[in-house]
């Protein structure tokens, strides 16, 4: 089995990261009603949303920080490129390249995000379009050191309107089933974190918080798991849906034209 280097890369193979995964695959399956031509992902992580989007595209690039193994035949039959690199810049990609670039949950990695942002519009033909997703800062329930930084809906709006003539913000939302377990693992992590009354979560440097966060991260993702068997999970991808941004959503899902 393949490593999962953090809980960061979540995956179906796990049956406590299930409403995650989900969380996550939203995305992708409304990526796929929009994209055509030839796609750039930027950090495809476990690969499983090129299974998704490659289909749609007539040729499909992929690159991630780590290697990404992806089925042989399943790759020469979609035409896809994958290239193992760390970004910004695109390296290796020339101007006006794709139709679409699709990052989610990626560029809140980056510490350079406006530099990234304009690697993406180097990268885009003339009205290419950029579909990414990033976290709600006001929903995230607690400070994730793996995080260079996480966004209000200002915030990343402005980051996006900076280089891209067009922005449209959606949300992505769950339904009572997702509300339910969101407000269980609330709870829970208000009980991990009562201890830190000096807020050092938002004190200490990033380096020295992400193997506590980890671990902490798994053992709350099992505790709720073992407490909550059956709404985990029953949890499916369409139990999320994409509404207008606002900052009760979990996730910011942006479409960017060039």
């Known amino acids: 089995m393949k490593i999962i280097q953090t809980a960061e890369r979540n995956t179906e193979r796990l049956a406590s990261d299930n409403i995650i995964y989900h969380r996550h695959l939203i995305a992708y399956h409304e990526a796929a009603k929009l994209i055509s031509g030839t796609v750039l992902e930027i950090g495809c992580g476990e690969g499983y ?19 990404t193994e992806i089925d042989p035949e399943f790759k020469g039959k979609h035409n896809i490129d994958f290239r193992q690199m760390v970004i910004p810049p695109l390296d290796g990609f020339a101007d006006n390249t794709f139709d679409y670039v699709v990052s989610f949950q990626v560029i809140e990695h980056i510490k350079k995000d406006d530099w990234l942002i304009k690697e993406i519009v180097r990268v885009l033909k003339p009205g290419g ?79 020295c918080l992400k193997i506590p966060y980890d671990i902490m991260n798994r053992v709350n993702r099992n505790k709720l798991m073992k407490q909550n068997t059956g709404l985990i999970n029953d949890v499916v991808t369409e139990d999320f849906f994409l509404a207008e941004a606002d900052q009760n959503c979990f996730d910011f899902f942006s479409i960017a034209s060039k």
């Open 49 to 67: 949303g090129i299974k998704i989007l490659a289909p749609h595209a007539e040729k499909y690039f992929a690159i991630d920080k780590f290697n």
């Open 129 to 207: 379009k950029l579909i990414l997703t990033t976290p709600n800062i006001k929903t995230s329930l607690t400070r994730n050191p793996w995080h260079v930084r996480e966004y209000t809906l200002e915030q990343f709006r402005n980051l996006l309107t900076q280089q891209f003539k067009d922005v449209a913000n959606k949300g992505g939302y769950g339904n009572e089933k997702v509300m339910s377990y969101y407000e269980k693992n609330k709870k829970s992590v208000k009980k991990l974190t009562r201890f830190d009354i000096f807020n050092l979560q938002y004190i200490l440097p990033r380096w």
